[in-house]
């Protein structure tokens, strides 16, 4: 069994900035890809960012610019580093990875990102 940890949202100013983390931990080798994805209030999750086992990234047109997914593959841990946060940024977001072996994708139990003066 694989478990992911997500932290590191919070309460932040328009303009200000978060790096939310997701620690995957249990039966796993390493990470293969990864995601990020968002779910506002009253909305359908949306894709965010993803990071494929190469390391390319490709991010949502809404996002990009501003934020940068990353993976540190000593600690089984993927980052999503927001910079120049909007109020429409405000969500619940969740990381999505990839294990290997198995190939097998878990999600993580969502961090709340709020952006609000």
């Known amino acids: 069994q694989v478990q992911l940890v997500e932290s590191g949202g919070g309460l932040v100013q328009p303009g200000g900035s978060l790096r939310l983390s997701c620690a995957a931990s249990?039966?796993?080798?390493?990470?293969?890809?990864a995601g990020w994805y968002r779910q506002a209030p009253g909305q359908e999750r949306e894709w965010v960012a993803r990071?494929?086992?190469?390391?390319?990234?490709d991010y949502a047109d809404s996002v990009k610019g501003r934020f940068t997914i990353s993976r540190d593959n000593a600690k089984n841990t993927v980052y999503l580093q927001m910079n120049s946060l909007k109020p429409a940024d405000t969500a619940v977001y969740y990381c999505?990875?990839?294990?290997?072996?198995?190939?097998?994708?878990?999600w993580g139990q969502g961090t709340q990102v709020t952006v609000s003066s």
């Open positions: 999505n990875v990839r294990v290997v072996p198995g190939f097998v994708y878990y």
């Open positions: 249990g039966r796993i080798g390493s990470i293969n890809t």
């Open positions: 990071m494929a086992s190469s390391g390319s990234t």
